[in-house]
């Protein structure tokens, strides 16, 4: 599915050119019959006579008929629609769960719309998330790929990221540390400024303090923020809060700064550095696939 929604344009092309063939041999148009050489008429109807002896005239009709179809719709969707309005693609990591998410052994990943034509008009905005092409810095270490991330940052903005850290009687743990002393290794754990998610149950600071059997434990937990502008950004839409530190950038005019929704597993501006404006290729829009995850994506 993947190939067939991103097939190369080489192929495109070839695909059409055959399918409109098969309806010229098949059925020409008394205009195309006045045009065309009489070496090539010539050709065409030793094929047809060749067919014609395999197959009735309504199944030649028919056929002809569907190839047209067939031929008009593939220029349609892959040479004016997936370049110009709308194109699909599927995630192939796991950079932008909970809000998108890749395959695995026992589920399908998302296969998701991105509409191109309102990156043509407008760039993008906070919170939106883009599919892009990858930027040099990007494309060295990961090849020619479309990537797709959520705008955190536009021309202009300041960035900061500070880590998320746990305080307990001085000592300070950040998120692989907690995960080790809690001896969950396989769920995600987010800061919160008075408790922790671990998977999709809640410690307290209480639970945390019997945890590390001290009841009377002195426990301050700093979430990991994003600061935009001076100003700390609430990101119910991630994984986990960030777990490492990053200087106060500006990000740059015709540039993005931008990050996946599971901050400590995504290679993003925080990894490779801004982004520029002609590599974004669309807005992702909708999930259509599987079934059960269709739905706009926000």
């Given at each position: 599915m993947e190939w067939f929604a991103n097939m190369p344009l080489p192929w495109v092309i070839v695909i059409v050119i055959f399918l409109f063939l098969i309806r010229f041999i098949l059925k020409p148009t008394p205009r195309e019959e006045r045009i065309l050489p009489a070496g090539i008429l010539s050709a065409v109807g030793g094929v047809r006579v060749a067919l014609g002896r395999m197959m009735k005239e309504k199944w030649s009709t028919t056929i002809a008929e569907t190839a047209e179809s067939l031929g008009l719709a593939f220029a349609l969707v892959f040479l004016i629609i997936r370049p110009f309005i709308v194109q699909a693609y599927f995630i192939p990591s796991e950079s932008m769960e909970p809000t998108l998410l890749a395959a695995t052994p026992s589920r399908s990943g998302d296969h998701l719309l991105a509409n191109k034509a309102i990156c043509r008009l407008r760039a993008p905005r906070h919170r939106e998330i883009v599919v892009f092409k990858a930027p040099p810095a990007l494309e060295a270490e990961e090849g020619k790929?479309?990537?797709?991330?959520?705008?955190?940052?536009?021309?202009?903005?300041?960035?900061?990221?500070?880590?998320?850290l746990v305080s307990i009687n001085g000592t300070e743990y950040n998120h692989d540390q907690m995960r080790s002393e809690l001896g969950d290794y396989d769920h995600r754990i987010k800061f919160f400024p008075n408790c922790?998610?671990?998977?999709?149950?809640?410690?307290?600071?209480?639970?945390?303090?019997?945890?590390?059997?001290?009841?009377?434990?002195?426990?301050?937990?700093?979430?990991?923020v994003v600061i935009r502008n001076g100003k700390p950004l609430n990101e119910p839409y991630t994984n986990e809060d960030p777990d490492y530190d990053y200087p106060l950038v500006k990000v740059p005019r015709d540039n993005f700064f931008v990050m996946g929704d599971n901050r400590n597993n995504s290679k993003d501006s925080h990894w490779w550095g801004f982004l520029p404006r002609k590599y974004v290729q669309g807005k992702a829009m909708f999930v259509f696939w599987p079934v059960t995850r269709i739905g706009l994506i926000r």
């Open positions: 790929k479309d990537f797709i991330k959520r705008v955190i940052g536009t021309p202009g903005d300041t960035i900061e990221v500070r880590q998320g922790l998610l671990v998977g999709d149950k809640k410690l307290s600071k209480k639970d945390l303090a019997e945890r590390f059997y001290d009841s009377d434990a002195h426990i301050v937990i700093r979430p990991g």
